[in-house]
T-cell receptor
């Protein structure tokens, strides 16, 4: 099945701590991969994308992700989170005719 | 550069009614996609329009329809509303042209539909 799996539904973390949000994709999904963030009552905002080239991708707000073809993973990381990073994060893969989204990870940053 | 604009932002309907949602894409974007977001099902693809033609369609009943105008603006319509249609409907536009390539979507803020 063509799918994107986010392994954690919720990730609690203290402010200034590092965080990793995990994402795995099925091998049948195109290797165009994305991370989006959704704040309450808003749409999705693109954090970063992997289309080709360097496997380490840097995005907005200090986030980065690493494409790992052998492990079919595209984990999102931030070395030091802020309260304002509290949001829902979605991993997505391009299935040629549409984006397939994971179920989302709720990042909760505590002071 | 203006982003993707969706109207209305919030609306309440009753079962059996129909609803039309509107989406204005980023200037120059000719591809418009629609997604439904619910707590239970997550983000699900409805359809994509390109140059006034439906290019792709998700697995939704025929009550869900859409169209695109010559200026790339798009509308989606849901007829005979059911309680389960309550959701956030997200529109997204992209540069993707007629050929294949990465579909980098820019989303609007969404239209939140509540069906009573």
């Amino acid at each position: 099945a063509q799918s994107v799996t986010q392994l954690d539904s919720q990730v609690p973390v203290f402010e200034e701590a590092p965080v990793e949000l995990r994402c795995n994709y099925s091998s049948s999904v195109s290797v165009y991969l994305f991370w989006y963030v959704q704040y309450p009552n808003q749409g999705l905002q693109l954090l970063l994308k992997y289309l080709s080239g360097s496997t380490l991708v840097k995005g907005i707000n200090g986030f980065e992700a690493e494409f790992n073809k052998s492990q079919t993973s595209f984990h999102l990381r931030k070395p030091s989170v802020h309260i304002s990073d509290t949001a829902e994060y979605f991993c997505a893969g391009d299935n040629t005719d549409k984006l397939i989204f994971g179920t989302g990870t709720r990042l909760q940053v505590f002071p | 550069k203006a982003g993707v604009t969706q109207t209305p932002r919030y609306l309440i309907k009753t079962r059996g009614q129909q609803v039309t949602l509107s989406c204005s894409p980023i200037s120059g974007h000719r591809s418009v996609s629609w997604y439904q977001q619910t707590p239970g099902q997550g983000l699900q693809f409805l359809f994509e329009y390109f140059s006034e033609t439906q290019r792709n369609k998700g697995n939704f009943p025929g009550r869900f329809s859409g169209r695109q105008f010559s200026n790339s603006r798009s509308e989606m319509n849901v007829s005979t509303l059911e309680l389960g249609d309550s959701a956030l409907y997200l529109c997204a536009s992209s540069h993707r042209g007629a050929s294949s390539g990465a579909n980098v979507l820019t989303f609007g803020a969404g239209s939140r539909l509540t069906v009573l």
